[in-house]
C-alpha cells in the first residue's frame, strides 16, 4: 500500500524499470543462440565458437547397450588417479545437470582435480523399456560398466559415485558387489524415507502406484515434473518468473536462466516397473534400512557396505531431506564414513556457486587419501 | 528470426513511449487528486482523465504481455524444448499488474476506486485464471489435459460404434458433454452444482446402460456404465480439491492483505511490482505448504489422483474395446509382446553373461595349461642339462681315475726302479766296501815294511 506521493511516482517509475527490461529481454531473446544444457553431441567442435565455449566437457563413448551408453571424460589434468570413478545418475532428469555449462560443471572440477571420470547416460526410456526393472538397472547395466571398467584398467574395484536415485541405485550395487568398489561416495541420495521432511515422502504414503502405472505404462515426465513444482507451488511457478525479469538485459544471464530451465524440463519418462518397484519398495516399504530389500533373489545389506563411504548431501533440500541421506552413515557396515555438507538446496549442490569452487577438491582430496 | 524481431522493434518502442507518458500522466493526476481532497470537490472531468489513464494503462500492458508472449515464443521457437516455453509463459504478469494497480491505495490513505472489485482478496479468482491459461500450476489433471485425453477415446469410440448404435453413441456425447463443463467450472460451489446435475443424468443413463437395446453390446454398456460410476468417484474427489485450494487460496489472500498493511502502517510500503509480487508468493506459499505437508491432504490428493488414474484405466478399456473389430494393435498385446521381447533380452544378456564367464574361465585354464606346459619344458630341460652335467662329471672323474690309476702306476714302476737302484746301489756299496777293506790290509802292510 502507497502512503506517499513520492513512494506512489516511484513505485510507477520502478515498473516501467520492469517493463524496460522485459523489453531489453525479448531483444536478448532474439540473438541468444540454441540453448543447450551440456549437450553438445550434435556440434562439430572447433573449440573457439561460442557454442563450444558454452558447451559440455568432451567425452568419449566406451560402451553401449541399445539406449544406455557409458562416457569416459576426456583428461584434463596432468596427473590423474589411477582408480577411475564411475558416476551414476538418477533416471529422473539428465546427468547433464553434472556438466551444464563449463563454470557450473562438477566432472570438469572433477576432471581438473586429475580424477578419471566415467558416466552412465540411461538415454530417454521409450515403449520398450516399460518392463525394465530395478534388477535390469543395477545388476545389469551398472555392473556390466563397472567390469567394463576394471577390466580396461585392470583392476579389482573402482570408485563409485551416485546421484540421487542413482545414489540409491548405487548403494544397492555397493551392498551387492562390495569387492568391486574401493570408495563409495553417495551424493544427495535417498536411503531412509520414512521421514515427514519432505512433502514427497509424505504425499508418496497416500497414492497407488499400481494404478498410476497400470493407467500410463511409462510415468511422463511432465507428470514428475509437476510434482516436483509442487513442493515450492509458487516459487518455483510464479516468482522464479518474476526474478527473472531483472536478468533479461544481461544476454549471458539470460541464456544460464533459460540452460537450467531446459535441464529442469528434461525429462525422461520413467520405466514403470522401475518406478513402482522404487515406490512400493523403498517410498512406501521404507526395505532398504528394514534389511527387506531383495534384488535379483539376493537380499541388500547396507552392512556389506565394508569400503570407504563419503556421505554427500544438501541441507536445504526439500526433494531428498537432509535425514534420509544422513541414514548411510548409521546404515553402512564401514568404518571409515564421513559426512560432508553444504547450506545449498537438492539442485545447488552441483551448480552454486559455492559447491563449484570447493566440492571437488574435496571429493579429490577424500579419494586420494584411499587409494 | 532477426526479420521478425526488427518488425516488433517499432511496436515495442512506440510502447514503452506510450506505457511512460500514461505512467506520468497517471502519477500527475493522483498527485493533484491528494492535494486537492480537502475540501475541494473535483470536477467529473478530473475523474474521467483519472480512470482513464488507469484503465488505459492495464490496456497497454494487456497487449504488451500477449505480443510479448508472442514474441518470445516466436524467437525461442527451435532454441528451447517446447514444454520449457509453455512455462516461460509471462502473460501471468497481466494478473500481477491488474492487480497491483488496483490495489494501489492513493496519497492520504484513499482507496483507489478500481481496487474496488477485491484486487488481491480474490486470490481464487488469481488461481482460477493461472490454472484456465494452461500453467502447470495444481494442474496435474487439468481439465484440459482430461477432456483432451476424453475426446480421443470416445472418439475412438463413436468411430467404431458408426451409426447402427446411435442411442448408445448419445449416451457417449452426453457423457462428454457433462464432463467436459463440469471441469470447466471455475468455482469448487461452481462444479458441485453440475457435478449434481452429473449424478442424476448418470442415474437416468443407468436404466438405458443395465438395460441395453437389442444389438447393444452389452459388455460395452457395462464398461460405460463403470466408467459413469467412476467418474462420479473422481469429480468428488475433484471437488473436495478444489474446494480445498480455495479455502487455502482464500487464507493465503488474507494473510497477504495483512502483511501489505502491516507494512504501510509501518512506514514502509511494498512500492515496488516486484515485491508485491515477491510477496504474494511467499505468503501464498507459506500458507499452502502448511496445509499441503498434511496427512490430510496427502489422502485427499491421493484420493484424487488413484481416481484419475482409475478412470483412465477404464477409459484405455474402452478404447481397446473400440478397436478390438479393427486390424489395428492393441496396447494390450503390444504390452504382452514388448514384455516377451523385454524377457527374451533379459535371457540373452544372461546367457551372455554366462558365457563371458565361461570363457574367461576357459582362458584362464587355458592360460594355466599354457603356464603348466612351459613349466614341463622348462623341468624337462633342466633334467636333460643336470644328466648332460652328471654324464660330463662321470666322464671326467673317471678320465682322472684312470690318470690317477695311471700316475699311481708310474709312480709304482718308479718306485720299484728305484728299488731296484738302491738294491743295486747297496750291492755296490758292499762291493765298495770289500775292496777298500782289502785295500786298506794291503797298505797297512806296505807302510810296516817301510818303518
Not at chain 1, 344 to 364: E, R, Y
Not at chain 2, 123 to 134: G, I, N, P, V
Not at chain 2, 225 to 245: C, E, G, H, P, W
Request: net charge neutral.
Amino acid at each position: 500500500m502507497l502512503t506517499f506521493p513520492h513512494k506512489f511516482k516511484e513505485s510507477l517509475e520502478d515498473f516501467n524499470k520492469f517493463a524496460a527490461n522485459l523489453r531489453k529481454g525479448v531483444e536478448n531473446l532474439a540473438s541468444i543462440d540454441e540453448i543447450l544444457a551440456g549437450q553438445s553431441d550434435s556440434h562439430e567442435r572447433c573449440g573457439s565458437c561460442r557454442s563450444c565455449l558454452r558447451s559440455c566437457t568432451e567425452k568419449e563413448l566406451v560402451y553401449q547397450d541399445g539406449k544406455r551408453k557409458l562416457y569416459r571424460y576426456k583428461q584434463r589434468a596432468k596427473k590423474v588417479c589411477h582408480v577411475p570413478m564411475l558416476i551414476v545418475y538418477a533416471l529422473v532428469n539428465r546427468y547433464t545437470m553434472l556438466d551444464l555449462q563449463p563454470n557450473r560443471s562438477m566432472i570438469r572440477n572433477l576432471l581438473d582435480q586429475g580424477q578419471d571420470v566415467y558416466l552412465i547416460d540411461w538415454g530417454y526410456a521409450d515403449r520398450m523399456d516399460r518392463f525394465m526393472t530395478m534388477e535390469d538397472y543395477i545388476d545389469g547395466f551398472i555392473n556390466d560398466c563397472v567390469d567394463f571398467i576394471r577390466e580396461q584398467h585392470q583392476l579389482d574395484a573402482i570408485n563409485l559415485l551416485g546421484v540421487c536415485q542413482g545414489g540409491t541405485f548405487s548403494t544397492i550395487y555397493a551392498a551387492l558387489y562390495p569387492e568391486k568398489v574401493k570408495n563409495f561416495i553417495p551424493m544427495v541420495t535417498p536411503i531412509d524415507f520414512d521421514t515427514k521432511d519432505s512433502l514427497l515422502n509424505v504425499w508418496a504414503s497416500s497414492f497407488d502406484v499400481d494404478l498410476m502405472v497400470d493407467a500410463y505404462g511409462n510415468v511422463p515426465g511432465d507428470m514428475m515434473n509437476q510434482a516436483y513444482t509442487l513442493l515450492q507451488p509458487f516459487t518455483l511457478s510464479v516468482q522464479k518468473y518474476v526474478n527473472m525479469v531483472p536478468i533479461m538485459e544481461d544476454s549471458d544471464k539470460l541464456a544460464d536462466f533459460l540452460r537450467m530451465e531446459t535441464w529442469i524440463f528434461d525429462s525422461p519418462d520413467q520405466p514403470g516397473e522401475t518406478l513402482r518397484q522404487f515406490i512400493k519398495e523403498l517410498y512406501q516399504g521404507n526395505k532398504l534400512v528394514k534389511g527387506e530389500f531383495m534384488l535379483g533373489g539376493r537380499k541388500v545389506e547396507l552392512k556389506n557396505i565394508t569400503m570407504p563411504v563419503l556421505n554427500i548431501y544438501a541441507e536445504l533440500d526439500t526433494l531428498v531431506p537432509p535425514v534420509s541421506a544422513k541414514a548411510m552413515t548409521k546404515h553402512v557396515g564401514s568404518k571409515d564414513v564421513q559426512e560432508l555438507t553444504y547450506p545449498v538446496g537438492h539442485i545447488g549442490m552441483f551448480v552454486s556457486g559455492k559447491t563449484q569452487k570447493t566440492l571437488a577438491p574435496k571429493i579429490a582430496e577424500w579419494i586420494n587419501a584411499r587409494l | 528470426m532477426q526479420d521478425f524481431f526488427k518488425q516488433q522493434a517499432d511496436w515495442l518502442k512506440t510502447w514503452q513511449e506510450n506505457q511512460e507518458k500514461l505512467t506520468k500522466q497517471y502519477a500527475e493526476l493522483s498527485q493533484e487528486f491528494v492535494e486537492n481532497i480537502s475540501g475541494k470537490k473535483k470536477e467529473p472531468d478530473f475523474f474521467e482523465g483519472w480512470f482513464k489513464s488507469q484503465s488505459g494503462l492495464e490496456e497497454q500492458f494487456r497487449e504488451f504481455t500477449s505480443r510479448m508472449n508472442e514474441m518470445i515464443n516466436n524467437t525461442l521457437g527451435g532454441k528451447i524444448h517446447p514444454d520449457v516455453l509453455k512455462f516461460v509463459n509471462i502473460s501471468f504478469f497481466e494478473e500481477f499488474y491488474k492487480n497491483w494497480l488496483s490495489n494501489l491505495e492513493l496519497p492520504g490513505g484513499m482507496k483507489n476506486p478500481l481496487g474496488m472489485d477485491g484486487g488481491w482478496q480474490q486470490a481464487t479468482s488469481f488461481l482460477r485464471s493461472f490454472l484456465e491459461k494452461d500453467h502447470p500450476f495444481f494442474s496435474t489433471f487439468s481439465s484440459s489435459t482430461i477432456t483432451d485425453q476424453m475426446s480421443r477415446v470416445f472418439g475412438m469410440l463413436q468411430g467404431a460404434l458408426g451409426q447402427e448404435e446411435s442411442a448408445f453413441s448419445n449416451i457417449v456425447n452426453g457423457y462428454q458433454d457433462f464432463f467436459s463443463k463440469i471441469f470447466e467450472s471455475t468455482t469448487a460451489q461452481g462444479t458441485e452444482k453440475l457435478a449434481e446435475g452429473f449424478e442424476k443424468w448418470t442415474k437416468e443413463m443407468e436404466k438405458h446402460l443395465s438395460a441395453p437395446k437389442l444389438g447393444i453390446n452389452r459388455e460395452l454398456s457395462h464398461d460405460m456404465s463403470q466408467a459413469m460410476v467412476m467418474s462420479q468417484n473422481f469429480i468428488q474427489t475433484y471437488i473436495k480439491m478444489a474446494r480445498l485450494v480455495e479455502a487455502t487460496s482464500r487464507k493465503a489472500g488474507i494473510r497477504f492483505q495483512t502483511k501489505l498493511s502491516e507494512s504501510a502502517l509501518k512506514n514502509k510500503p511494498v512500492n515496488k511490482f516486484s515485491d508485491i509480487c515477491a510477496l504474494w508468493a511467499v505468503e501464498n506459499e507459506t500458507v499452502f505448504l502448511e496445509v499441503m505437508g498434511t496427512q490430510e491432504f496427502a489422502k485427499l490428493q491421493g484420493d484424487f489422483v488413484n481416481a484419475g488414474h482409475q478412470l483412465k484405466i477404464q477409459w484405455n478399456k474402452l478404447a481397446e474395446k473400440a478397436l478390438e473389430p479393427t486390424p489395428i494393435a492393441l496396447k494390450r498385446d503390444l504390452d504382452l509382446a514388448i514384455a516377451e521381447i523385454h524377457q527374451m533380452k533379459r535371457d540373452m544378456k544372461t546367457f551372455q553373461r554366462e558365457l563371458r564367464a565361461k570363457e574367461n574361465e576357459a582362458r584362464m585354464a587355458r592360460e594355466a595349461q599354457t603356464a603348466a606346459e612351459e613349466e614341463a619344458n622348462k623341468a624337462k630341460a633342466a633334467v636333460k642339462a643336470a644328466e648332460a652335467a652328471a654324464q660330463d662329471e662321470a666322464k671326467k672323474a673317471k678320465a682322472a681315475v684312470n690318470a690317477a690309476e695311471t700316475a699311481a702306476k708310474d709312480e709304482a714302476k718308479k718306485a720299484r726302479a728305484a728299488e731296484a737302484a738302491v738294491e743295486k746301489l747297496a750291492e755296490r756299496a758292499k762291493t765298495d766296501t770289500k775292496t777298500v777293506k782289502a785295500a786298506t790290509g794291503a797298505s797297512t802292510k806296505t807302510k810296516s815294511k817301510n818303518v
